[in-house]
């Protein structure tokens, strides 16, 4: 089991199993949101547990993003359709096993850094 928290523990999760690699997305709201690229790991809802009340953003008709009503913390990207969340990197507490796999919405990237870690790379 991973478990995780916003930063100041309002909203607490659990994902069971193993991890599958996560990835850091650069699209403009993951930038706009976490204030620059988002690495994040996609788990079944079934094997997601939240606790608290995280507020939720409807980020366009197709997905929500949400945060912590007290500190602020972004910690999870959820499509409306489908059964996957995906969940910050950055919220789980101690390592989790994983590496990076690969960047999405490079196209959307920043101008102020370069992506040169080797890992593939999608526009979209």
């Known amino acids: 089991m991973h478990q995780g ?27 706009k949101q976490s204030g620059h690229v988002w690495a994040s790991v996609d788990v079944n809802r079934s094997a997601l547990t939240v606790t608290g009340a995280p507020t939720w953003f409807a980020a366009s008709a197709q997905v929500r993003r949400d945060f912590c009503p007290t500190c602020g913390s972004f910690l999870f990207w959820d499509p409306l359709k489908g059964d996957t969340t995906a969940v910050a990197m950055s919220a789980f507490d101690g390592p989790t096993g994983v590496r990076l796999a690969r960047h999405i919405f490079v196209a959307d990237k920043g101008d102020y850094y370069d992506i040169a870690d080797g890992l593939p790379q999608n526009p979209q």
């Open 5 to 31: 928290a916003c930063l100041c523990g309002a909203i607490t999760f659990a994902v069971t199993g193993p991890l599958p690699a996560p990835n850091a997305c650069h699209c403009t709201q993951c930038r």
